[in-house]
């Protein structure tokens, strides 16, 4: 059975459509959603959402934000979100040399919070746009890779 997933931003509705399970970025952890679930509503952090589709799966990075699970529906409102689609590999590598220049620039990750999560969503970006090109690696693939 599928459960309806929307993707909200400030600036638009990334999609909305059913899916057979969403994994998403809690701030405690990576959490599954299949239809049924228990309602819940928590915030998001950086990192990956993959919605599953059969044998499908559909990248998106979102920079955090909250989600509300109801038993048939799942409602992100995210800070920033991009389908793997969207991105464009070298834009996404020029911002992030721009977010380690300024944590470096900042002498210490904890002087500039704001430095260190750019840095993190950069990162994220070139992860979720290199799983959606053709020559993306096989095999796993840990957040501390350094893409």
Known sequence: MAILVD???PERRLLSQEVDMVTLP???GQMGVLRGHAPLLTALDVG?????KGNDKQFIAVGGGVVEVRPDKVTILAQSAEQATEINIQRAEEARERARASVEASGSQKNDPAAVTALRYSNLRL???RRHAPHHRTGPQFEDDKP
Do not use: N, W
């Not at 990956?48 to 599953?52: Q, S």
């Open 7 to 9: 993707i909200v931003t």
């Open 26 to 28: 809690g701030i405690d």
């Open 48 to 52: 990956e959402i993959v919605l599953h």
């Open 127 to 129: 992860k979720v746009a």
